[in-house]
Structures are given as structure tokens and as C-alpha cells.
């Protein structure tokens, strides 16, 4: 099965265990958030660490500084 194109790509060293942590926190933030949930991967070469909401609605923005800004008001 092939994976969507992520709405937001970090570039990780998930060897480096907390930037590991810190993209399982933005997983679970990202997941409540997006009231549709989110999914999360490291690409195949662990080079980057990518996030999608699991289903996507109309007249929202999933991009990084949307989050943060949501992130922000909580």
C-alpha cells in the first residue's frame, strides 16, 4: 500500500532519542488537534518524519504553522 504525500515533513535523526520523543509528541499533539486524527512515519531511510491527518475536511489547514498557531491558543 502505498502512503499518501505527508501535509508536513520534518527532517529527523530518529537515532537521536529526543528527536525520536519530540515526533511522538507532535504525533499524539497533531492527533488532537486535527479532529479527523493523524498519522505519523519515518520515511524509509529515516531521514525525515511525516505526519497526515487521517481523513481530511473541507476549509481546514493542515500545514506546520497552522498547528503550532492551534497549538499556541490551547
Request: glycine share 6%; hydrophobic share 40%; net charge negative.
Amino acid at each position: 500500500m502505498k502512503r499518501p504525500e505527508p501535509t508536513i515533513r520534518l527532517s529527523v535523526d530518529p537515532r537521536n532519542p529526543g528527536e525520536f520523543l519530540a515526533c511522538c509528541g507532535l504525533l499524539e499533539l497533531a492527533d488532537r488537534a486535527w479532529d479527523a486524527g493523524a498519522q505519523g512515519w519515518f520515511e524509509a531511510h529515516a531521514e525525515a518524519f511525516c505526519l497526515e491527518p487521517l481523513k481530511r475536511r473541507e476549509f481546514h489547514d493542515y500545514d506546520a504553522p497552522t498547528l503550532i498557531a492551534g497549538l499556541r491558543k490551547a
